[in-house]
């Protein structure tokens, strides 16, 4: 089940429409303005539950305590703001904050690449540090892996595919290599640093002389810093023809998050990766 | 004239010779090596000028030379490593160092938009403070006003459109917007901070309500670290189909410095972006 807080949006019911054969949704927020919304949207939104809280603050924390309780295995937001949904999110009392950090992920399905590809973390964490990053990777890896990838091969980015001390990332990036080698960090193929290319042209990793099990066949790009994720999910998005989708991660179940932006298909690919991303995570 | 340094290569001499309609190009280095290498690489270079200097380091200064009296209007990197060309072109006996910053341009042909497409810096400046910054706006600018682009549309690329004290690049962007409008900053018009979509896109930019003349419609981005520029560039090159070629601005003229694993056809852009950027740089 898929809770959707403040439902009462007509793009969010146009995609709830188009997923509902895939899971069920309990839409939260002001009746009227549901109904109203799905006509408007031509959205069918028949059998599903609807729960009349016309208060976006307490429509949030009934979608959390849904997903807290175990009965939902993704929260969704609708018409409410970013900030009000996420602190519901994050408060101590819902029960749906864990340990870990947030972070998000998105999916690209693109003309050029062989499989799916999973970009990170486009959207929440500025400035990981090298804790931080670790989380982003564990929170990404354990997704995918609930996808039914099982192993997914994960290229920490960097400009270049040698630690340099005066390049920190690529510093971090090789810290990262050494805790997965150790084993503090599973679920997953992994090396860095490497440059985008090598991560996804095993031609170019072998003009590089690059030996990697990664080189070329990467699922997970982690990206170093904000700028360089949202720069990569952009142009994957905008100008690499990519179909994609998001969700953020960290929390006891995805938090689907569309923005108006967003087409239809992004919205409803958005809404399967939560879905399946939300299956089994503790 | 281009003047390579260390011509004795059969990737440069097949660029060279594709190039030869474009440019007259003098050959420095090892006189047998570069008929050997030519012969190799099916290279044409009948008429052009050898200049037998076959120890590197004199090759490149020879090279060097050249440019800063006034014969040359780039200089092109041959069988050498990297960091001896740049210790001659930085050489201030030479007198091809100014007082700029160096740093990288490349430029992108893509099939989903609708002009060529410049980013700065992919290669060369780490984490540019908002001096150097400036100066890397400024070097793009003035060599793609020597393409005959008089006002180019830059966007000073972040992960968001507002400046937002956490992140500091946002806020850098929005330096740069001023320092343009108050005349700091010439020949282009420029906006930031915008996200990449805003950039490239229309659309997206409508939907966000950003009213800026360069969304949509943007010839250079500028991305405000290594690890984004980078990722940039190789997302456009290897997952956007980009066609695409690079050279190093900042110096008295351009240096034009292509790797093996670079395509002919991107080695001719290079050679052909770096002839065009050097016509009338001081």
New interface residues.
Partial sequence: MVAVACAEDVHVLEAVSDAREMANFVLIGDEAGIRKAAQEAGANISGMEIVHEPEPTLACAHAVSLVSQGKAEALMKGLVDTSIIMKAVLSKEAGMRTDRKLSHLAVFE?P??HKLLFVTD??IN?APDLAEKKEIVQNAVEAVNNLGITSPKVAI????EKADP??P?TMDAAELATMHANGGISGCILDGPL???NA??RE?AE??GIKSPVAGDADILM??????????Y?????????KNGGVVLGAKKPVILTS??DSAESKLISIILGILAGRSIA
């Fill in positions: 693109l050029t690449y486009a959207a500025i980015l960097a400009a270049k005066k390049m990332v440059a985008l290319d996804v042209s170019s003009i590089k990206c170093p810093n904000i700028e360089s994720g949202n720069i990569l952009k142009s994957l998005a905008f100008l690499a023809g990519g108006r932006a």
